[in-house]
């Protein structure tokens, strides 16, 4: 059997789809109750974040603002601290296993939630450590998921496979906010307790995934010279180093999400009903892409939409924050959603197809870092512009600073211009060989 290729794969003949494959299937449906519930949690921990200061601490809007971009500051620095531990793990561990944990971990947070929240003795320092573990629960989980999706199809389907797993994840984007939302504004409690039981749910159908001998390095190194060896391969891949970090920097100065519970309360006067619509619309935008994909995958000039795409990301924040009317301000949340997806699309199969499999748990860390720097410090970001310019302004900003972002990505990462294909470069190997393409991706 080769090495970071499942069972399933190796006995049964050549899928045409990747939804033929089981284990992808479960895969599939786990991601999509992870996302479910802690989507959901997320968005409620903000509302109810800013609720609490501006109810029980008397804060103005400014100060509320800033405080959701602090809660973004709280989950960001479990992650930070805990990125190369959780490679790592991926890398070295049944990855199966890792994200199990990880997800039950979460639920734990969730439970907590539900019982603070049902007790009435939910306070800011309780949020804020809540949103600590979300986060360290959350750093393990992606590097696992992401690494063992490769592994449970073949190469030729990955980009479909993305295209599909994205479809769970945006599905349940829509889903989890806006369900949350309603369900909050009958029972504010019973979400949280929804969330554990669909990350209970994850955690059985990730397990359930046959076992996958994950290809492993000839010379077993320490593992922090492993932590430090996938943070070096990734610095020397000028190509991944770009699709990393212009999502990086591009959604942490165009992000607009931290700023909803805001636009929900006192822009656009929507409540936390509104505020799970707002939430979902962007999900909206990002499945309708990813239903196209999948059925008919981007294959030519794939590195130039790439970079369009988030020009359109940030031109429709910057609308976004003029917007004073509900309509209005759904439908561009929509497109900067169809936007984002593209970009996510072609810069998650250009970066799983250029990285060999015993070094995808530390490169999808890196890469999970960078994303949820963009998300975390996103939201941190656009608090403090919010405590200057107000919280239309902030996302306004964010908007132009995307767009800037991504003129100087093109001149200073020009391989990201000159991406035609998602056909994956001659890899350098970092023990000094120098693997074949077949050998970059089995």
């Keep these: 059997m080769r090495l970071g290729v499942s069972e399933e794969q190796a006995t049964l003949p050549e899928p045409t789809s990747p939804l033929a494959i089981g284990d992808f299937r479960r895969y599939w449906l786990a991601r999509f109750f992870a996302v479910f519930a802690t ?5 409620l921990i903000g509302y109810q974040a800013y609720d609490i200061a501006r109810t029980d601490y008397g804060y103005t809007r400014s100060e509320g603002a800033f405080l959701l971009g602090l809660l973004g500051l709280a989950q960001f620095i479990p992650l930070l601290l805990l990125t190369p531990v959780a490679g790592w793990a991926a890398d070295r561990f049944d ?3 890792v994200a199990a944990l990880a997800n039950l971990t979460d639920c734990t947070v969730a439970g907590l939630l539900a019982f603070m929240t049902w ?12 949103a600590a573990m979300h986060g360290a629960a959350r750093v393990f989980v992606g590097p696992a998921m992401s690494a063992v999706a490769p592994n449970i199809v073949p190469p030729r389907l990955l980009p479909r496979a993305i295209a599909m797993s994205s479809i769970a994840w945006q599905v349940a984007s829509v889903i989890g906010p806006a369900a949350g939302g309603f369900v ?18 994850s955690a059985i159908l990730i397990r359930s995934i046959r076992p996958i001998r994950a290809e492993q390095d000839a010379t077993p190194l320490h593992p922090v010279r492993q932590m430090i060896e996938g943070a070096q391969f990734t610095w020397r891949q000028k190509f991944l180093l770009g699709c990393i970090t212009l999502d990086l920097f591009a959604v942490l100065l165009g992000g607009a999400t931290a700023m909803l519970p805001v636009f929900a309360r006192d822009i656009l006067m929507v409540g936390p009903e509104g505020l799970g619509i707002m939430r979902g619309a962007p999900a909206i935008g990002a499945s309708a892409v990813a239903l196209w994909m999948a059925w008919k995958p981007l294959e030519h000039n794939v590195g130039p939409k790439m970079l369009w795409a988030v020009v359109v990301f940030g031109a429709a924040t910057i609308v976004f924050g003029l917007s004073r009317n509900f309509a209005l301000s759904l439908a561009m949340l929509t497109l900067l959603g169809a936007a984002d997806m593209i970009s996510v699309f072609v810069r998650s199969s250009l970066v799983q197809l250029n990285t060999p499999d015993r070094m995808r748990g530390r490169v999808s860390s ?5 994303i949820s720097a963009s998300n975390e410090l996103g939201e941190m970001q656009s608090g403090l512009a919010a ?3 107000g919280a239309a302004g902030a996302v306004v900003f964010g908007g132009m600073g995307a767009i800037v972002v991504t003129a100087i990505w093109a001149v200073i990462f020009p391989q990201l211009r000159q991406a035609k294909t998602f056909e994956p470069e001659f890899l350098p190997d970092t023990t000094g060989a120098s693997p074949t393409r077949k050998e970059a991706l089995t």
Excluded: K
Aim: hydrophobic share 55%.
């Design 184 to 201: 909050f504004a009958e029972s504010n409690w019973l979400p949280h307790v929804i969330s554990a039981g669909l990350l209970i749910c």
């Design 366 to 370: 890196i890469s999970g870092l960078a």
């Design 95 to 97: 990855r199966r296993t």
């Design 119 to 130: 007790s009435d003795t939910l306070t800011l320092p309780g949020v804020f450590t809540l």
């Design 387 to 389: 405590a200057f310019f």
């Design 39 to 43: 989507m959901s949690m997320v968005v």
